[in-house]
């Protein structure tokens, strides 16, 4: 199996990084999605934001990544806020209730003010 998914580390606002990803998280992309979060978090940030806004799909294999990361930093005082742009995924985290645990925003600026 191989993954579509690409990942792009950039900071947005001080010191603020952004992991954007394009394609598909899933089982096999996870891996990779998971290294990428903890590199971040291992930076200790207080802010992380992931940017889903050029994902197709996720998976519950990513959303657990997603929801280790949250607890991990939120752990360390931290907080991981997603940019949600696809009505899909959007969908997605309401109806897992994840809407609930996370900081959802439609652009990184919003997220770093936020």
């Known amino acids: 199996m191989t993954?579509?998914?690409?990942f792009e580390t950039t900071m947005s606002g001080p010191g603020v990084p952004v992991l954007r990803i394009r394609g598909?998280?899933?089982?096999a992309s996870a891996?990779?999605?998971?290294?990428?979060?903890s590199d971040l978090i291992g930076r200790e940030p207080e802010i992380v934001i992931?940017?889903?806004?050029?994902?197709?799909?996720?998976d519950s294999t990513g959303l657990g990544v997603l929801v280790g990361a949250q607890k991990q930093l939120r752990d360390a005082g931290g907080d991981l806020r997603?940019?949600?742009t696809q009505?899909?995924?959007?969908?997605?985290?309401?109806?897992?209730?994840?809407?609930?645990?996370?900081t959802?925003?439609?652009n990184a600026n919003d997220a770093v003010r936020t």
């Open 3 to 6: 993954s579509d998914a690409q």
């Open 24 to 27: 598909e998280i899933d089982v």
């Open 31 to 37: 891996p990779e999605f998971h290294a990428s979060l």
């Open 50 to 58: 992931v940017d889903l806004g050029e994902i197709s799909f996720i």
């Open 82 to 84: 997603l940019v949600v």
């Open 87 to 102: 009505p899909q995924i959007t969908r997605l985290l309401e109806l897992t209730g994840l809407d609930e645990v996370f």
């Open 104 to 106: 959802i925003l439609s």
